[in-house]
C-alpha cells in the first residue's frame, strides 16, 4: 500500500510545530490552560521533542513538535517523521511556520514515516496518517513517496522471493499501472542478442539471467535509465565473505531505485520518453560460473579481462549501457550499488554521481539540498583511465592497487556509454539504522533528486 495523505475533509488533531526561538510568543497565544501545561510538562520546542495536548475531556486533543534551531536542523532531515512516529493513532494535521523546501519536506517526510516493510509480518502496526499540509503539491509528494516505497519494498525483499524473475514481475507490474511497454531478454537469448556480458555473470545461477526494457511516452526528450539488478551476489568464484555477503540482497538497488524513479515520472504524466533497462541476474558459484582471468567480449566489441568476478555489476551494466548508447536519447543515467569506494568516500547518506555535463552537474547539485536526497559530484578523473587498462585486453573489471575504485569503476563503465550525455550514481540503496522516515533497511538514493532536475537537465 503506497502512502497518501488522509482526506482533507476528515476529522483530524493539530499537530503544531515550533522552533525554540518562537516558543515564548507562541505559548502566549495559546489558552491558558495549554500554556500552564506546556510550562509544567517542561515543553521548550527542542529538535523532535514532543507534547501531547490534553482537552477538556481528557482526551488527547493535539500535539506539539519541537524545531530546535537551525543548526540542530542541519544535522538532519525529516525531523517531524521522528515525532510521527510516536504520535497516537488517528488524523492529523500539520499547524506550522514552514513553508517552501522547508515545508515540502517535512510533509514528504510524514507520508514516509508510515512506512515499515511488513511483508513477512502478520500484524502491520497501526500508525498515525496527515493531511496534506496547505501549499504542497500533495500529488507530487504522493508520487515521490509511492516511488520510493516501491525502491524501499523492492531492496528489503530478500533474494528468495526477489530473484531476476520476481524483478521482472515487479517491473511489468509497474508498466501494467502506467500503460508502459515491456520486452524481455532471457537466458540463451541473451547470446542471441548479444548481450555476453550479462550472461556470464548469470549463467551459474537457478533462475536465468535477463535483460528488462520498459518504454513509456509517445513524446518529448529522451530520458534512458539504466540500473543494476543483481538480485544477489555470492562474489562468485571470487566468494564474499559472510561478513560481506550479508547485505547482497541490495545489491539490485540501482534497479529498484530506476524503477521508483520511473513510477514517479509515470505517475506526474512527465513529457519525456522514458526507456528503462535492468540487467537482472544472480552471480552465483557453480560449475559454469565466470571464472577469474577469463576475457570476455562486450556488446560493443571490448574486451574485457576478468581479474575478479565479484565485480560483475559493471560487467552486466556494460553491455545494458551498450543497448542504450545504440538509440538516440538525450540524457542517459545509470544508478548501482557498485563500489564499497563510494562508501568510503562519502559514507552511506550520499549519494556521489559522474557526469562530464556542467549543465547536469549543476542541475543535480543544485535540486539534492531542496529535495533533502542529498548527492555530491565526483570527476571522471581522465588520467586513471590507464588503470582499466591491463594490456591483455582492453579493459579490466577490477583494477590493482586499491586507490579510486568508485572512480575507476565509473570510469569503466563510461566506455560503454558511447556519445550520449550521461551520468553514473554510485549508490548504497541501503539506511544502516533507523533515522526519521526512514526505518533500517532498503532506502532510495538519487531519485528525486533526478525528477527535481530533469527540467532543467531536459528543458521540460
Not at 46 to 67: I, R, S, Y
Not at 245 to 262: E, I, N
Not at 306 to 323: C, K, P, Q, S
Not at 384 to 400: Q, T
Request: with cysteine; charged share 20%.
Amino acid at each position: 500500500m503506497f502512502p497518501r495523505f488522509a482526506d482533507s475533509a476528515a476529522p483530524s488533531r493539530p499537530l503544531f510545530a515550533v522552533e525554540e526561538a518562537d516558543l515564548a510568543a507562541w505559548r502566549a497565544d495559546r489558552p491558558s490552560a495549554e500554556a500552564a501545561w506546556l510550562e509544567a510538562t517542561g515543553f521548550a520546542a527542542g529538535l523532535g521533542e514532543l507534547q501531547l495536548l490534553p482537552g477538556p475531556d481528557g482526551a488527547v486533543a493535539g500535539a506539539v513538535a519541537g524545531l530546535g534551531g537551525a543548526s540542530a536542523r542541519a544535522r538532519g532531515r525529516f525531523h517531524l517523521a521522528s515525532v510521527a512516529a510516536r504520535l497516537p493513532a488517528g488524523v492529523w494535521h500539520l499547524d506550522s511556520a514552514l513553508a517552501g523546501a522547508d515545508l515540502q519536506a517535512e510533509a514528504l517526510g510524514l507520508l514516509l514515516s508510515a512506512y515499515r516493510f511488513d511483508r513477512y509480518r502478520s500484524q502491520p502496526a497501526q500508525r498515525a496518517s496527515f493531511k496534506a499540509p496547505a501549499g504542497v503539491d500533495a500529488a507530487r509528494l504522493q508520487a515521490m513517496a509511492a516511488g520510493e516505497v516501491l525502491t524501499r519494498d523492492l531492496i528489503n525483499t530478500p533474494a528468495s522471493d526477489m530473484g531476476p524473475k520476481a524483478l521482472e514481475e515487479a517491473a511489468i507490474g509497474l508498466a501494467a499501472r502506467h500503460a508502459a511497454e515491456v520486452n524481455v531478454f532471457r537466458g540463451d537469448e541473451l547470446l542471441a542478442q548479444n548481450f555476453p556480458l550479462i550472461h556470464a555473470v548469470g549463467r551459474a545461477a537457478a533462475e536465468a539471467p535477463r535483460l528488462l526494457e520498459l518504454r513509456w511516452g509517445a513524446a518529448g526528450p529522451r530520458l534512458t535509465l539504466v540500473g543494476k539488478g543483481v538480485c544477489f551476489d555470492t562474489g562468485g568464484l571470487n566468494i564474499k565473505p559472510g561478513s560481506s555477503m550479508g547485505l547482497m540482497k541490495k545489491d539490485m538497488g540501482g534497479a529498484a531505485t530506476v524503477l521508483g524513479l520511473a513510477s514517479m515520472i509515470m505517475a506526474l504524466g512527465l513529457s519525456v520518453r522514458l526507456r528503462v533497462l535492468i540487467p537482472a541476474v544472480e552471480n552465483s558459484i557453480a560449475g559454469n560460473a565466470l571464472r577469474p582471468q577469463d576475457i570476455l567480449t562486450a556488446r560493443n566489441g571490448l574486451t574485457v579481462e576478468i581479474n575478479n568476478t565479484d565485480a560483475e555489476g559493471r560487467l552486466v551494466l556494460a553491455d545494458a549501457l551498450a543497448y542504450a548508447a545504440e538509440e538516440e536519447t538525450d540524457c542517459l543515467i545509470s544508478m548501482a550499488t557498485l563500489t564499497g569506494a563510494a562508501r568510503v568516500a562519502v559514507g552511506p547518506d550520499i549519494a556521489p554521481f559522474y557526469t562530464d555535463d556542467e549543465a547536469v552537474a549543476a542541475a543535480l547539485s543544485g535540486a539534492g539540498g531542496a529535495m533533502a536526497d542529498p548527492v555530491w559530484r565526483m570527476p571522471f578523473h581522465a588520467p586513471y583511465e590507464a588503470m582499466i587498462e591491463p594490456g591483455i585486453a582492453d579493459l579490466d573489471n577490477a583494477p590493482k592497487g586499491g586507490f579510486a575504485g568508485s572512480i575507476t569503476a565509473a570510469l569503466f563503465l563510461r566506455r560503454f556509454a558511447g556519445t550520449a550525455r550521461y551520468t553514473h550514481f554510485d549508490i548504497y540503496g541501503w539506511q544502516p539504522s533507523d533515522a526519521p522516515a526512514r526505518p533500517k533497511g532498503g532506502v532510495g538514493q538519487g531519485a528525486r533528486t533526478i525528477l527535481a532536475a530533469l527540467p532543467e537537465v531536459l528543458g521540460l
